[in-house]
T-cell receptor, first 114, second 115 residues
Framework: EDKVVQSPLSLVVHEGDTVTLNCSYE??????LLWYKQEKKAPTFLFML????IEKKSGRLSSILDKKELFSILNITATQTGDSAIYLC??????????????FGKGTLLTVNP | KAGVTQTPRYLIKTRGQQVTLSCSPI?????VSWYQQTPGQGLQFLFE???????NKGNFPGRFSGRQFSNSRSEMNVSTLELGDSALYLC??????????????FGEGSRLTVL
């Protein structure tokens, strides 16, 4: 059975802190790893990673994938209150033919206090 | 460009009833996936439709079903509701589920409460 495990499950920090969120996985036929941010209702896309060791960066957020050790991290530097959200990790796999299936972790709830 | 639209946004049902939720994907997107989100289990995959065919299915009982129409709009149905079905049901669309980007665009969800 495919597994995606995120840690920590929740985290409280102060504005300006740097945080690292973790995602480990056990998935056959790995295709990609995605990060989403969910503030209120609809998760929004952050990054997709397919290759080991190549950092993806967007402003204060960055992410990297290690396909040998089967994990990814999401870093947020100089956190702001607007970063408070649930961060979801999802792993995509080929599930037969041209099918592609995503398995989500339970998410990390990040709270940034002023 | 309009996003993914889900209706209704909120609904309350009682045990034993059935419910139908609707999802209109982004124009041009042919893949629609459904997820159930609860605080304890996170996002759990229900099923995915592509060109009116169910392509993938999660580990949910047969009370959960879905379909997709020729215009890519999708509905999911839950029959004989149980208290544990209370959740946020999220629909997501994408251009392709094959060897595409895999990026999903989510709707804001339908919040179902079963009493």
């Amino acid at each position: 059975e495919d597994k995606v495990v995120q840690s920590p499950l929740s985290l409280v920090v102060h504005e300006g802190d740097t945080v690292t969120l973790n995602c480990s996985y056990e998935v056959t036929n790995f295709r990609s790893l995605l990060w989403y941010k969910q503030e209120k209702k609809a998760p929004t896309f952050l990054f997709m990673l397919t290759s080991s060791g190549i950092e993806k960066k967007s402003g204060r957020l960055s992410s990297i994938l290690d396909k040998k050790e089967l994990f990814s991290i999401l870093n947020i530097t100089a956190t702001q209150t607007g970063d408070s959200a649930i961060y979801l990790c999802a792993v995509g796999k080929n599930s037969g033919g041209s099918n592609y299936k995503l398995t989500f972790g339970k998410g990390t709830l990040l709270t940034v206090n002023p | 460009k309009a996003g993914v639209t889900q209706t209704p946004r909120y609904l309350i049902k009682t045990r034993g009833q059935q419910v139908t939720l609707s999802c209109s994907p982004i124009s041009g997107h042919r893949s629609v996936s459904w997820y159930q989100q609860t605080p304890g289990q996170g996002l759990q995959f229900l099923f995915e439709y592509f060109s009116e065919t169910q392509r993938n299915k999660g580990n949910f009982p047969g009370r959960f079903s879905g379909r997709q129409f020729s215009n890519s709009r999708s509905e999911m149905n839950v029959s004989t509701l149980e208290l544990g079905d209370s959740a946020l049901y999220l629909c997501a669309s994408s251009l392709d589920t094959g060897y595409g980007t895999g990026e999903l665009f989510f709707g804001e969800g339908s919040r179902l409460t079963v009493l």
